[in-house]
């Protein structure tokens, strides 16, 4: 998997000047002082700062989810300020943006097809037919094909990550939004999903967005923006042969089961058998089934009325 360069002169979000300041009774908190940054197309930005730093009040303002109380906020050639309509910035956020949570904000009562599906229906632009069979092929594509109508409370964590994944692309964003996307995933499933993500990346030139504390992320991007107390700190450009070193490395790593899965390969299904009493190495040790001094004969006549049929009928 070749890593990409990005394109910079495609600048599809720039921020001058954005700050972000919340009431807290009759005092105001600023979150964000001055923030100046353009994600360009195709990149990985990855977003590191302390807890309070600001990096999840930025990404809700990239997400249109809140907006900038001061300066200018651009999102694919359409500014952003606190008079745009709710209609515009729900529209770009159905239309252009994905997003993928530390805490997968699954619909428990939905099955993983229902999940997925959810995004297109809310956008109507699709036949349901055309809905059902975009949300198969998503949920194969991050491995999860034999799950289509499991439950989120019958999925591992690794699982619903990948489902919120494949909702995420449900109406083909251009950019995707990660708030800690690994946070609460061990080492394994963590590098299934960054072996997805990056994927997503490099193939479809999907610009990420990354949130997270996990400094082992910073090898796989573009470009890493340091923040502190609601600033720029830095903003740190990695080294394209450091980043294919690591892709290298990770695909290398992991093993063929989650190759599979993060490559989309559909998974073989393990077929059990069902085997009669006698095929089992202790048949042989099985006594009849009778009281147990064999002197009580309605005793024996309800244990063989309980037992006896169903032991016949599994060998059958």
Same mark, same amino acid.
């Given at each position: 998997?070749?890593?990409?360069?990005?394109?910079?002169?495609?600048?599809?979000?720039?921020?001058?000047?954005?700050?972000?300041?919340?009431?807290?009774?009759?005092?105001?908190?600023?979150?964000?002082?001055?923030?100046?940054?353009?994600?360009?197309?195709?990149?990985?930005?990855?977003?590191?700062?302390?807890?309070?730093?600001?990096?999840?009040?930025?990404?809700?303002?990239?997400?249109?989810?809140?907006?900038?109380?001061?300066?200018?906020?651009?999102?694919?050639?359409?500014?952003?300020?606190?008079?745009?309509?709710?209609?515009?910035?729900?529209?770009?956020?159905?239309?252009?943006?994905?997003?993928?949570?530390?805490?997968?904000?699954?619909?428990?009562?939905?099955?993983?097809?229902?999940?997925?599906?959810?995004?297109?229906?809310?956008?109507?632009?699709?036949?349901?037919?055309?809905?059902?069979?975009?949300?198969?092929?998503?949920?194969?594509?991050?491995?999860?094909?034999?799950?289509?109508?499991?439950?989120?409370?019958?999925?591992?964590?690794?699982?619903?990550?990948?489902?919120?994944?494949?909702?995420?692309?449900?109406?083909?964003?251009?950019?995707?939004?990660?708030?800690?996307?690994?946070?609460?995933?061990?080492?394994?499933?963590?590098?299934?999903?960054?072996?997805?993500?990056?994927?997503?990346?490099?193939?479809?030139?999907?610009?990420?967005?990354?949130?997270?504390?996990?400094? #082992?992320?910073?090898?796989? $991007?573009? /470009?890493? *923006?340091?923040?502190? %107390? !609601?600033?720029?700190?830095?903003?740190?450009? +990695?080294?394209?042969?450091?980043?294919?070193?690591?892709?290298?490395?990770?695909?290398?790593?992991?093993?063929?089961?989650?190759?599979?899965?993060?490559?989309?390969?559909?998974?073989?299904?393990?077929?059990?058998?069902?085997?009669?009493?006698?095929? #089992?190495?202790?048949?042989? $040790?099985? /006594?009849? *089934?009778?009281?147990? %001094? !064999?002197?009580?004969?309605?005793?024996?006549? +309800?244990?063989?009325?309980?037992?006896?049929?169903?032991?016949?009928?599994?060998?059958?």
């Amino acid at each position: 998997m070749a890593t990409t360069t990005i394109d910079n002169d495609e600048v599809i979000v720039s921020c001058e000047n954005i700050h972000k300041t919340y009431l807290l009774g009759l005092e105001g908190v600023p979150a964000l002082r001055g923030i100046a940054l353009d994600v360009y197309h195709g990149e990985l930005l990855v977003v590191y700062g302390t807890s309070g730093g600001g990096k999840s009040t930025l990404l809700n303002i990239l997400g249109t989810i809140d907006v900038p109380t001061k300066g200018n906020l651009a999102l694919f050639d359409h500014r952003v300020t606190d008079r745009s309509p709710d209609q515009m910035l729900a529209a770009m956020r159905s239309k252009k943006l994905g997003f993928v949570f530390q805490s997968f904000n699954l619909l428990s009562t939905m099955t993983s097809i229902e999940n997925v599906s959810l995004p297109m229906i809310v956008l109507g632009e699709r036949s349901r037919d055309e809905i059902r069979e975009r949300a198969i092929a998503l949920l194969k594509e991050v491995g999860l094909g034999h799950r289509l109508d499991h439950y989120p409370s019958m999925l591992s964590g690794g699982e619903q990550q990948r489902v919120t994944i494949a909702r995420a692309l449900a109406n083909d964003p251009q950019m995707l939004l990660l708030d800690e996307p690994t946070g609460d995933l061990d080492s394994k499933n963590t590098d299934l999903i960054m072996k997805i993500l990056l994927r997503l990346n490099i193939e479809r030139r999907i610009t990420m967005v990354m949130v997270t504390h996990d400094v #082992y992320m910073k090898q796989y $991007a573009h /470009r890493v *923006l340091y923040l502190r %107390d !609601g600033k720029v700190h830095r903003i740190e450009t +990695i080294d394209k042969d450091v980043r294919q070193r690591a892709l290298d490395d990770l695909i290398n790593s992991s093993d063929e089961q989650l190759h599979q899965a993060a490559w989309g390969i559909a998974q073989s299904t393990k077929m059990s058998i069902k085997k009669s009493p006698e095929e #089992y190495a202790t048949a042989s $040790a099985q /006594r009849p *089934l009778s009281s147990l %001094d !064999g002197t009580d004969e309605d005793m024996d006549s +309800i244990v063989q009325l309980l037992f006896a049929n169903t032991r016949r009928s599994s060998t059958v």
